[in-house]
């Protein structure tokens, strides 16, 4: 008997079993649903671009001396002080070529000498030459007034013919010895131009071996080549016992010795893709904009515009995973580029560094760049996997209680929305239409649920 009951009892269960498993529906993982939740808080959209680090200055070093090197006194990397040695020249040949020069000058100066001394000559000379002509003026007034007497007597017969014959010679001899004192007035006063126009030349070739004595003087000097200003050595070209050219001397502008960096800023000259420049140019500062007739006059016009036009931008590089630089558009390029190896135009965009941490950064890595081309500030969020299209809707399923009776393991609601801007992770929900509701918490589905056979619920 009591076998009996067990057996029934064991039918009973397994009937119970089986009705129960009828009623459930089984659903595989890969028809699993997925939920999301609606959040509220902070969307921006970026643009990314990739650039080197590089100081904002590059120099490069030459010399204006020419000859063979005897020390380098730096490596790259060094950071050197503004004036400090960096490559000392052997002088010798600099020091011959000061001598050379010299002496010109000292042979123009003295010939310049020669020259004004030959003026004051000339000057001495018209001053005799006036006094002469004086005196003769002088004789012939008083040969004028004895020839007058002359004629008068001779018109009463006093005196001979021969008489006034030898005072008219004695008149004309007068008179020609004026002429020729008058002459030499004007010889004197050539001489002296000429004397004057010899010490212009002089002073020119004065000033010009003196010039050349200085810039002698001047390469002498930079056989020891200074650093111009505070900066770091990137590059060395040159070493000891090699033979370097002037840059102000030779044809080929001289031996370049190193380049330096000024570090003081520091700049990422990113590559921004044709597509995303546009949107770059609406947030960069008018200053930053190209210098293309008409185009800041257009942009100061827009008001609403002018408030996005920060430039500020975000900074990070491989070298420091963990940290963000702070940086600003200092200008965009208005001249596109095309990519090697593909047919895609980039604009460059220089980006300057601002931060406190700035100095970290090494030059020549790589950084990535981070326009921030929209934003919106505390709204209503939802995940992006969650946008949905139903019947020509957009919107968001939402998670809802199964109807009373269904089968369905996951009840829904379709909610259409507008949607604003989207980061590839959150969506903008602007505006819930339909009357319908969407609430922060609220569960969407990001992946619908799906039936055994693989339809869409």
């Avoid at 529906?25 to 970026?46: C, D, E, F, T, Y």
């Avoid at 002498?220 to 001397?249: F, K």
């Avoid at 209503?380 to 199964?402: N, Y």
Wanted: charged share 25%; net charge negative; proline share 4%.
């Amino acid at each position: 008997m009591k076998k009996w009951l067990v057996v029934l009892i064991g039918l009973l269960v397994l009937g119970v079993g089986w009705y129960v498993a009828r009623r459930q529906v089984m659903v595989p993982l890969w028809a699993q649903p997925k939920i999301g939740q609606v959040s509220r808080g902070n969307i921006m959209v970026p643009i990314t671009a990739a650039g080197l680090i590089r100081p904002d200055q590059v120099i490069e070093v030459k010399s204006e001396a020419s000859g063979r090197i005897m020390e380098v006194r730096v490596v790259e990397g060094s950071f050197v002080h503004a004036d400090t040695p960096v490559v000392l020249l052997d002088p010798d040949d600099e020091q011959r070529a000061v001598e050379r020069a010299r002496a010109d000058f000292d042979r123009a100066d003295a010939m310049l000498t020669q020259a004004q001394v030959a003026v004051e000559r000339a000057q001495v000379s018209i001053d005799a030459a006036k006094a002469r002509y004086e005196e003769i003026k002088a004789q012939g007034e008083i040969t004028a007034f004895q020839l007058q007497k002359v004629e008068s007597l001779a018109r009463g017969g006093e005196v001979s013919a021969q008489d006034l014959n030898d005072a008219r010679a004695q008149h004309r001899m007068s008179l020609a010895a004026q002429e020729s004192a008058r002459i030499a007035i004007t010889t004197a006063e050539l001489t002296k131009q000429d004397a004057e126009a010899a010490v212009r030349s002089q002073e020119a070739l004065v000033h010009a071996t003196r010039k050349t004595l200085e810039d002698a003087q001047k390469r002498h000097s930079e056989t020891t080549v200074i650093a111009p200003q505070d900066a770091v050595v990137t590059e060395v070209y040159v070493r000891p016992g090699m033979l370097v050219q002037s840059a102000t001397q030779g044809f080929t502008g001289g031996t370049l010795l190193m380049a330096l960096a000024d570090v003081s800023k520091k700049k990422v000259v990113a590559r921004l893709d044709e597509a995303d420049y546009g949107r770059v140019l609406a947030i960069s500062p008018i200053s930053a904009l190209p210098e293309m007739p008409g185009l800041r006059e257009i942009a100061e016009q827009d008001a609403a515009q002018l408030e996005q036009r920060s430039g500020r931008v975000r900074i990070t590089v491989d070298a420091f995973p963990d940290d963000e630089f702070e940086g600003r558009i200092e200008r965009v390029e208005p001249q596109g580029k095309l990519n090697v190896g593909s047919s895609i135009i980039q604009f460059d965009v220089h980006v300057l560094i601002e931060d406190e941490k700035s100095p970290k950064l090494p030059l020549g890595a790589q950084a990535q760049v981070e326009f921030t081309v929209e934003s919106a500030t505390n709204v209503l969020l939802v995940p992006a996997e969650a946008v949905k299209s139903f019947e020509e809707q957009r919107g968001v399923w939402l998670k809802v209680p199964p109807e009373r009776g269904s089968r369905d393991e996951f009840g829904k609601r379709f909610v259409v929305c507008r949607f604003g801007i989207s980061d590839g992770e959150h969506t903008q929900v602007i505006e819930v239409l339909g009357g319908g509701e969407l609430k922060e918490g609220a569960e969407v589905y990001t992946k619908l649920p799906q039936d055994v056979s693989g339809g869409a619920d």
